[in-house]
């Protein structure tokens, strides 16, 4: 499988996880723009994508059991894939007056709501690959538009 296989397989278990009833009160409503794309994904409209950050070569640094405990492997490639899922965010009007606290709120909610599916994507793909799977999730500061961002290291065989 090509880099591309495997960003496109993140965002398809992300996807996947937002309409398998993982997730409390059913199924999540995801941006229907979905795209892979590399280097860094423009945030200017709702949207999931999945960015092919870096290729490299060992062992992610969490995955059990470790380089100590593995002997006469073949190399190992390490692709990072950052799954972005972005959205509307709350913005001052034209006048200047702050948005309602409550629509801060319904935001906020969204966003710890999209990073339990971001997670989620990555327990289902470590599943699969017994483990070969980390995960760091990101709140970068909004601006009109918020993303929730998950960044996987993916141990890929050669």
């Known amino acids: 499988m090509t880099a591309f296989d495997e960003a496109k397989k993140m965002l398809d278990y992300v996807v996947a996880r937002a309409f398998d ?14 795209y892979v794309t590399q280097g860094q994904a423009v945030y200017d409209c709702e949207q999931v994508a999945a960015t092919m950050v870096a290729l490299n070569t060992g062992l992610p640094a969490q ?17 990072i894939v950052e799954v972005a899922i972005v959205r509307c965010h709350p913005t001052a009007g034209d006048d200047g ?6 629509k801060y709120n319904e935001s906020a909610q969204k966003t710890a709501k999209d990073a339990e599916i971001l997670m ?4 289902s793909r470590a599943d699969e690959m017994f483990g070969a799977v980390t995960a760091t999730l990101q709140f970068p ?4 538009m ?13």
């Open 141 to 144: 500061p909004p601006t009109d």
């Open 146 to 158: 918020t993303a929730t961002v998950c960044r996987y290291t993916i141990a890929l065989s050669t």
């Open 97 to 102: 007056t702050p948005p309602k606290v409550e």
């Open 120 to 123: 989620r994507a990555a327990n």
């Open 21 to 34: 009833g993982f997730t409390e009160g059913g199924p999540w409503n995801l941006p229907t723009r979905r």
């Open 63 to 79: 995955v059990t059991p470790g380089g100590n405990m593995i002997a006469n492997c073949p190399p190992i490639w390490n692709l």
